[in-house]
């Protein structure tokens, strides 16, 4: 079912679902995402754009796992608007 999803490991970091609001949306938002995609693929119907997901808020349909440094400092995927907007250097938010 991952290969059939384009995943190589499960998206979401269930942890993350504790943290407060906003950040526990962006796991609310993967998992209703990628739980739609997962039965859309059950039941044999084809791939359809999303929008909201796919364009708007790309984070909600990255196939990979990112940690909370990773979100940060990639403001590309956060908005439509963010897309171009380069990568924050910062130290803090440099992987370990």
Not at 65 to 80: A, G, S, V
């Amino acid at each position: 079912m991952k290969s059939e999803l384009g995943l190589a490991e499960g998206p979401l970091v269930e942890w993350w679902a504790v943290l407060s609001p906003p950040l526990d949306v962006v796991v609310g938002l993967r998992q209703v995402h990628f739980l739609s995609e997962y039965w859309r693929v059950k039941r044999g119907d084809s791939k359809q754009d999303d929008v909201i997901a796919e364009t708007l808020f790309p984070f909600i349909s990255l196939p990979e796992k990112f940690t909370l440094k990773q979100f940060f400092r990639r403001p590309k995927h956060w908005f439509w608007f963010t897309k171009e907007w380069s990568d924050f250097e910062f130290e803090f938010l440099k992987d370990e």
